[in-house]
């Protein structure tokens, strides 16, 4: 019989501590698993493999393989299954930071805390860097003999449709430019948070539940969870761009503010934000509840984004 591992052991269990150890030891598994799926530096084109890794290592939260390991591990699924797919979400999520700081874009210098990639390697080499990585994760994922062929199918579609347009990232980017130096309103605001942001994350957490085989009313429970986690996550970014210093939060702090972004303390100002976050904090741990599964871990994932402060 296969002995749990150290992320399964933790699966079920509430205390910050414990949180804590389950995010240091999922960084380590993504991070030498990104390690062994991406090219070297000294693979040709050098360059662009450069790039890619100095983006890929920068020290990333991994929240997405985070939500995606421990939705999966909720429901029963082995880590080793589904760590290549936590590799490909995060893929995806960084060849949209890399084309997201670019001068076309938000034109940012600083991501994770140093020089963004474009900085670094040039904008041509950026682009490519970031196509690369956006189709090294569904290779990525296609290739995951540990999946079923349908499986792989199914995950493909989920990453993809929660990815592009007109319901996922892309799409979400798009109007987030378009509403720049305009006000926007509630519903405007949510909209662009959901798809930027938590189309992402919901993807993340979908994925974790489709590899463990939940059921319809399971995957609609997580959906849900996801859905308010993701705007819990964009909610708090938006205040941390405000609140917090670039030495905690590895960008560059106020720039929504000089942007003229559509954010929710633009809209709201900061004490109303503040009950909006309590809100998705709430709907989300309401949505566990019909999970039917120990969700002390998923809960402990929503407390933590509540309180973050970086």
Excluded at 18 to 29: C, H, K, M, N, W
Excluded at 111 to 134: M, P, S
Excluded at 286 to 292: P, Q, Y
Aim: some cysteine; hydrophobic content about 45%.
């Amino acid at each position: 019989m296969r002995a749990p591992s150290e992320l399964e052991s933790m699966a079920g269990t509430d205390s910050a501590a414990d949180l804590q150890q389950f995010v240091i030891e999922t960084r380590r598994l993504v991070d030498a698993a990104l390690d062994r799926i991406l090219p070297a530096e000294t693979v040709s084109p050098a360059q662009v493999h450069a790039a890619i890794r100095w983006s890929v290592f920068a020290g990333g939260k991994r929240f997405r393989p985070l939500v995606l390991l421990a939705v999966g591990q909720t429901f029963g699924a082995a880590p080793e299954v589904l760590i290549d797919t936590a590799c490909a979400l995060e893929m995806i999520h960084t060849y949209s930071l890399i084309h997201d700081d670019l001068p076309s874009m938000d034109n940012d210098d600083l991501r994770r805390g140093r020089a963004t990639c474009h900085v670094r390697f040039g904008e041509a080499t950026a682009i490519l860097a970031g196509d690369a990585l956006q189709t090294l994760a569904f290779k990525t994922v296609s290739e995951d003999e540990k999946l079923s062929t349908a499986k792989r199918v199914q995950l493909i579609s989920e990453i993809a449709t929660a990815a592009a347009t007109p319901d996922g990232m892309v799409a979400g980017q798009a109007r987030d430019l378009e509403a720049e130096s305009r006000q926007v309103n509630e519903f405007e605001l949510e909209q662009i948070h959901r798809l930027k942001t938590g189309a992402l994350i919901i993807a993340a957490a979908r994925c974790g539940a489709i590899i463990a085989d939940a059921s319809e009313t399971e995957l609609a429970a997580v959906t849900k969870y996801a859905a308010q986690l993701g705007l819990l996550f964009q909610i708090t970014d938006d205040l941390l761009d405000i609140t917090a210093t670039a030495a905690a939060i590895g960008k560059t702090p106020g720039k929504d503010l000089r942007s003229k972004k559509a954010t929710y303390p633009a809209l709201y100002g900061v004490d109303t934000t503040r009950k909006h976050l309590a809100a998705a904090h709430q709907l989300a741990c309401a949505a566990l509840e019909d999970t039917h599964r120990p969700a002390e871990l998923l809960r402990a994932i929503a407390d933590f984004i509540l309180e973050r402060q970086a």
